[in-house]
C-alpha cells in the first residue's frame, strides 16, 4: 500500500506550524521528512498525525482529520496541476518556442 505524502503546506496545517518552523523540524531531524527531487519536502501522513499532539498543541481527533484530509483531496488535481507546470516549465516554453521557430522558418520557405 502507497503511502499518503504530505507537502509542506500541508503538514505545516496539519501540525498548526508555519513553513519556516516545519522546515527547520525537519532540517534538524526532530520530524521526520523526505526530498523529492532534491528539493522539495514530503511528509508521511501517518507521521505527521502522530505528532500533531506534539507540535501541534492537542492530538488530532478523528474528526479534525477527516477536515484535514477532505480539504487536502479538494487541492490535489489543482495542486498537481501546478506542480506539474512548475517542474516541466522550461520544457514546456522550450518545445513552445521550438514549434514557432518551425512555424516562423516553414513560413519563410513557402
Same mark, same amino acid.
Given at each position: 500500500?502507497?503511502?499518503?505524502?504530505?507537502?509542506?503546506?500541508?503538514?505545516?496545517?496539519?501540525?498548526?506550524?508555519?513553513?519556516?518552523?516545519?522546515?527547520?523540524?525537519?532540517?534538524?531531524?526532530?520530524?521526520?521528512? !523526505?526530498?523529492? %527531487? %532534491?528539493? !522539495?519536502?514530503?511528509?508521511?501522513?501517518?507521521?505527521?498525525?502522530?505528532?500533531?499532539?506534539?507540535?501541534?498543541?492537542?492530538?488530532?481527533?478523528?474528526?479534525?482529520?477527516?477536515?484535514?484530509?477532505?480539504?487536502?483531496?479538494?487541492?490535489?488535481?489543482?495542486?498537481?496541476?501546478?506542480?506539474?507546470?512548475?517542474?516541466?516549465?522550461?520544457?514546456?516554453?522550450?518545445?513552445?518556442?521550438?514549434?514557432?521557430?518551425?512555424?516562423?522558418?516553414?513560413?519563410?520557405? %513557402?
Amino acid at each position: 500500500m502507497e503511502d499518503k505524502l504530505l507537502t509542506l503546506k500541508e503538514a505545516a496545517q496539519c501540525l498548526r506550524l508555519s513553513e519556516k518552523e516545519l522546515r527547520d523540524l525537519a532540517d534538524s531531524g526532530k520530524i521526520p521528512a !523526505y526530498h523529492v %527531487g %532534491g528539493v !522539495y519536502l514530503r511528509f508521511k501522513e501517518e507521521n505527521i498525525f502522530s505528532l500533531r499532539g506534539k507540535y501541534g498543541g492537542h492530538i488530532a481527533s478523528e474528526t479534525t482529520r477527516g477536515r484535514f484530509e477532505e480539504s487536502a483531496n479538494r487541492n490535489t488535481f489543482l495542486s498537481g496541476i501546478r506542480d506539474f507546470f512548475y517542474f516541466n516549465d522550461f520544457y514546456i516554453i522550450s518545445l513552445a518556442l521550438i514549434a514557432f521557430l518551425i512555424y516562423v522558418i516553414l513560413r519563410s520557405i %513557402g
